[in-house]
């Protein structure tokens, strides 16, 4: 699904650089390389405030946490999404409510979001599943007419932006991460901005919510010893940001690949009676590419897999089944669990790989 030796040889001498900086520093933790990095997003995101952490996950509880989220309280959100969404609301103690997914995005529909809401209902956590922004206008919307917080989940859409219904310039549309009260997004090496380990990033444009985030990921302190309440020990280390920030200022291109990619991938699925491509969207920035299979999937998995393709299907099990949630309700959820399917697609996808994966495609699609 991903293959680094293209990105690491591109690289090499930057990274053996960035390495050397952090060595000759003698500082492998919150030092300058994380500061500067946090700097880097912050600008490059339009936020106020970003907040190096040690994973996507911890940036998901560090914010729920900041915005005061705890036992008692219900967080609604999708789910078709990774376990970390679902575990992050537990792990602080509150409830996830589950709604359902749009068929054609694979993102939590918001028209479901207001009937789930209770008086218990403090937050709405959407996903940016794959790369494409949830319909944030909408569940904007939904939040400050009944006074609820938004974290938003955007692990898989690092450089994805949000157009909203009549905006066609980019200038115009928003970062995902940037729009809701908090942002959580990971690093992880799979990512379309991957460290070499673990790393993570919260982000916001309120100050007090900041300075909590802060505050929590070093054990509740800012200053040495004084410590204001229970945190965690979810430092961002230096050369995991150094590495990040030679990777920063290409990420738009690499995003913009995957585009290509994805688009050579719909051409050849455009006759298809047995494969659904995604629609585009613009903003998507394909962290995967995921089809439906109308038929035998576990037939089209093996197919791929003889060819080479290292198919994936993200993901096998709702997180609601994985806590023992009632499901019955997440028909369309339950419906991409059993027909979806993902394709490898990443930056440094050669062009024969590429035709090697349409080829494929196109004989599903005529075969």
Sequence with gaps: MLHLGPEIAELRDELISAFNRVLDSGRFILGAEVEAFEHEVAEYLGVKHAIGVNSGTDALIISLRALGIGPGDEVITTPFTFFATASSIMLVGAKPVFVDIEYDSFNIDPELIEPAITPRTKAIMPVHLYGRPANMTRIMEIAR?????????????????????????????????????????????????????????????????????????????????????????????????????????????????????????????????????????????????????????????QRALQRGISAVIYYPRLASDLIGANSDHLFVSQLATAESISLPIHASLSGEDEATISTFLSSVTTG
């Design 145 to 301: 007419r009944h006074n609820l917080f938004v974290v938003e989940d955007a692990a898989q859409s690092f450089g994805a932006r949000w157009y909203a219904p009549g905006v066609t310039e980019a200038s115009e549309a928003p970062y995902t991460g940037s729009i809701g009260d908090m942002g959580a997004f990971s690093f992880y090496p799979t990512k379309n901005l991957g460290a070499y380990g673990d790393a993570g990033m919260v982000t916001t444009n309120d100050d007090e919510l900041a300075l909590l985030a802060r505050k929590l990921r070093t054990h509740g302190s800012i200053e040495p010893y004084q410590h204001e309440m229970l945190g965690y020990n979810s430092r961002m280390d230096e050369l995991q940001a150094a590495i990040l920030r030679v990777k920063l200022p290409r990420v738009e291109g690499w995003n913009n690949r995957r585009r290509e990619v994805a688009a050579a991938f719909r051409n050849s699925l455009r006759a298809s009676k047995h494969l659904a491509a995604p629609s585009d969207a613009q903003g998507h920035v394909y962290h995967q590419f995921t089809i439906r299979v109308d038929g035998d999937r576990a037939e089209f998995h």
